[in-house]
């Protein structure tokens, strides 16, 4: 396959939440994981910081690697939706990820999408992580896609956890109150990982609050514990 015919097989042969909507959300993260390990497992090889939330974890996701890339690190960066090329999607130090690499990715691990009909988002997080991976980037950006406890990025264990707000989003998939969509998005945080959340609110406080000090996880309200001037 050339360039063209990968991108025209991810987007027609692989179900997408864009064109196709809540039947394309999985439940678990069984293909993920799947399709990780066949890969060697390229998540556990770098470092990363896992940013979700519904409002902000894009803008937040660039500017925390554009700091890192300035202070030296080799910087990986995983975002979506993609505005207008695929490969804005997975980026190292600002440069997009080559047609060449994406091809390669798809040849290798086309026996085992067909066999495991993974999601379009769970192969392109694959594709990320073996792109950090095999690049040996110092840190990754990891923005969550969906939601947070059963997105795909959710494989990862984090240096640190961030969550920027809630509200309503996704209703049909994620909940119907702002503290269901809480619950689902506290579902990145990690046992033992500091947590940074962007926003205190009464309606999510709690729900964070319960679920960080059930994994021994330290947590900080940009809010009202950073004093940014």
């Given amino acids: 396959m050339d360039y063209q015919e990968t991108l025209e ?9 864009t064109r196709v909507g809540a039947i394309a959300y999985k439940k678990d993260l069984h293909n993920t994981i799947v399709l990780c390990e066949q890969l060697g497992n390229p998540q556990n090889k770098f470092e990363s910081v896992h940013i979700g939330g519904t409002n902000g974890k894009g803008s937040t ?53 067909d066999e495991i009909s993974p999601s379009f988002f769970e192969v392109t997080v694959a594709m990320a992580f073996s792109y950090f991976a095999e690049n040996t980037v110092d840190i990754a950006i990891i923005e969550v896609g969906l939601g947070g406890r059963l997105d795909s990025t959710n494989i990862i264990t984090p240096q640190l956890s ?20 809480a619950l689902e998005k506290a579902g990145i945080i990690k046992a033992h990982v500091p947590l940074i959340v962007g926003e205190h609110t009464v309606e999510t406080a709690e729900v964070f609050d319960r679920k960080a000090k059930s994994l021994e996880s330290p ?3 940009a809010d009202q514990n950073l004093n940014i001037t």
């Fill in 9 to 17: 097989y991810l987007y027609s042969r692989l179900p997408m939440f």
């Fill in 61 to 113: 996701s660039h500017m925390l690697s554009s700091i890192l890339q300035e202070a030296g690190y080799k910087t990986g960066l995983y975002t979506s939706p993609h505005l207008i090329d695929f490969r804005e999607r997975i980026r190292i130090n600002g440069q997009m990820i080559s047609k060449e690499f994406v091809v390669a990715f798809t040849e290798k691990t086309k026996t085992i999408v």
């Fill in 162 to 181: 961030i969550i920027t707000n809630i509200s309503l989003d996704h209703t049909n998939i994620l909940g119907n109150t702002v503290e269901e969509i």
């Fill in 219 to 221: 947590i900080i309200y």
